[in-house]
Nanobody, 116 residues
Framework: QVQLKESGGGFVQPGGSLKLSCAASGITVVSSHMSWFRQAPGKEREFVARIGPGGSGTSYGDSVKGRFTISRSYAENTLYLQMNSLESEDTGTYYC?????????WGQGTQVTVSS
């Protein structure tokens, strides 16, 4: 059974940083297609970042390029999202996602609020 659990969200001022974590079970993070999405109140869920299995590379949404970095740990079996230079527009619930055996799996989300 695939389970994803996000953590690391919180309240931060504009210009600050946060690092989100997604602890996985039932899959091997380094061998999977994994992504971060976010959803702001009243808006559709938005793609943030993706990392492919092995060394197949990363991609980012236009609004976060140069500010966010997706990474993962084999030892911890965990996906990360380092978020720098945060803006109020980055506020939302952040979700971890894995595409595994033909199905999308989601975590419960972690809230990020960027405000002065």
């Amino acid at each position: 059974q695939v389970q994803l659990k996000e953590s690391g969200g919180g309240f931060v001022q504009p210009g600050g940083s946060l690092k989100l974590s997604c602890a996985a079970s039932g899959i091997t993070v380094v061998s999977s297609h994994m992504s971060w999405f976010r959803q702001a109140p009243g808006k559709e869920r938005e793609f943030v970042a993706r990392i492919g299995p092995g060394g197949s590379g990363t991609s980012y949404g236009d609004s976060v390029k140069g500010r966010f970095t997706i990474s993962r740990s084999y030892a911890e079996n965990t996906l990360y999202l380092q978020m720098n230079s945060l803006e109020s527009e980055d506020t939302g619930t952040y979700y971890c996602n894995v595409f595994y055996r033909g199905h999308q799996h989601w975590g419960q989300g972690t809230q990020v609020t960027v405000s002065s």
